[in-house]
């Protein structure tokens, strides 16, 4: 079978059930990946033409989603094919990790939200916007995103409490500062895209700010000189936090544009903006033509957006979104 690669038009001759990912490996072809059995969703491709035999779950879409996309290994040709590796210009290779790592902190910021740091003794490497799978015990597996960078001391988490979450009830009941946790790791295709071109659009619903702080520094390290436009977004005022530190964040950035905080409900102070995400949004841009998006949190906010950003125009290469769906196993 043949199976056509683009961008470059390469072409690969495999056997039956032979899995794509080694054999574009194997050539030499620029595509990322991690974990390399179906968790992590790097080696994620589009799906041109024809069909492929797929041994894991396929890929989650997002909201809306008209594109066919496979994990490259977890998937082998059916008949001849035709893929597109994305960002074949900034290939994201990190080795999959499963590490033991002690519980440094668990503090409350909000009524229903805790920050969780974790030791980062082993230097985890991860690109800004990734989420990792902390397991808290046999069979309870959840998936929480990143807020720092690679290099720092401590593995940070802003982690929303469900009244009825298994973990939730974990967290705030059972763990404590000296226990061990095991992660694995990075995880998430909606990471910093450094060689994007065109104005930059980030929002957070939520603890969605967690990976929006990673993306936000990861900006101002690399120096990316794209315009950025910042959208942090709570349903009230009681569930405001991490103001001091987006500030920080927003400080280092070469090129920021604007900043808005966005409240759905309740009385609002100066500065800030009364509404949904999706109604700021529609009333600041007529459409996102060329721009890039990388969104996160809340996955009613998140998955409005992503539908809301595709009707006005984005690429949808150029749309990087994590809505926060439950995780259970
Ligand atoms: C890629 C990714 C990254 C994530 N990163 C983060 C993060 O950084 N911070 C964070 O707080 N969460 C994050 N999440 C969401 C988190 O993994 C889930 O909310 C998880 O299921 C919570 O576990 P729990 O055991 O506390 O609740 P569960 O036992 O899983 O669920 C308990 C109840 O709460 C409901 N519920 C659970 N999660 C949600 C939700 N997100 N929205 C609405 N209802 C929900 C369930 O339907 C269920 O009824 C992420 C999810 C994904 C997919
Ligand atoms: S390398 Fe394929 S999903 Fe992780």
Redesign the pocket.
């Known amino acids: 079978m043949e199976v056509l690669i683009r961008p470059g038009n390469h072409v690969l001759s495999l056997k039956p059930g032979e899995p794509l990912l080694p054999a574009l490996r194997a050539q030499g072809l620029p595509i990322s990946y991690s974990c390399e059995d179906g968790r992590c969703g790097l080696c994620r491709c589009k799906l041109l033409r024809g069909t492929v035999v797929e041994s894991g779950r396929p890929p989650r879409p997002l909201f809306g989603c008209r594109t066919r996309y496979l994990l490259a290994c977890q998937s082998s040709a059916a008949e001849d094919c035709a893929i597109e590796i994305p960002d074949a210009g900034e290939p994201v290779i990190h080795p999959p990790r499963r590490l033991r790592t002690q519980v440094l902190g668990i503090e409350s910021i909000t009524h229903n939200v805790r920050l969780l740091r974790l030791s980062n003794a082993d230097k985890l490497l991860f690109s800004p916007g990734q989420?990792v799978e902390l397991e808290f015990g046999r069979g309870l597996s959840?998936?929480?995103?990143l807020s720092g960078l690679p290099g720092d001391d401590e593995l940070r988490?802003?982690?929303?409490i469900?009244p009825?979450?298994?973990?939730?009830q974990l967290i705030t009941e059972r763990l404590q500062p000296g226990a061990m946790l095991r992660l694995r790791a990075p995880y998430?295709v909606a990471w910093l895209r450094r060689q994007q071109e065109g104005p930059m659009l980030l929002a957070s619903a939520g603890?969605g700010l967690?990976?929006l702080l990673s993306v936000l520094r990861g900006i101002a390290a690399a120096r990316l000189q794209n315009p950025v436009h910042v959208y942090t977004s709570f349903m009230s005022r009681e569930d405001i936090y991490g103001l001091d530190e987006l500030a920080a964040a927003l400080a280092a950035l070469p090129n920021l544009r604007a900043s808005h905080l966005v409240v759905a409900y309740g009385q609002l102070k100066r500065g800030l903006r009364r509404g949904l995400l999706t109604e700021v949004l529609e009333a600041d841009f007529s459409h996102f033509k060329n721009w890039q998006a990388n969104l996160y949190g809340?996955?009613f906010a998140i998955d409005a957006a992503v539908h809301l950003l595709r009707r006005r125009g984005i690429d949808e290469d150029h749309l990087h979104a994590?809505p926060?769906?439950?995780?259970?196993n």
Not at 142 to 145: G, K, P
Not at 324 to 328: A, K, L
């Open positions: 989420f959840r998936a929480y995103s988490f802003h982690i929303r469900h009825q979450g298994s973990a939730s998430g603890t967690g990976p809340s996955p994590d926060f769906h439950p995780y259970g």
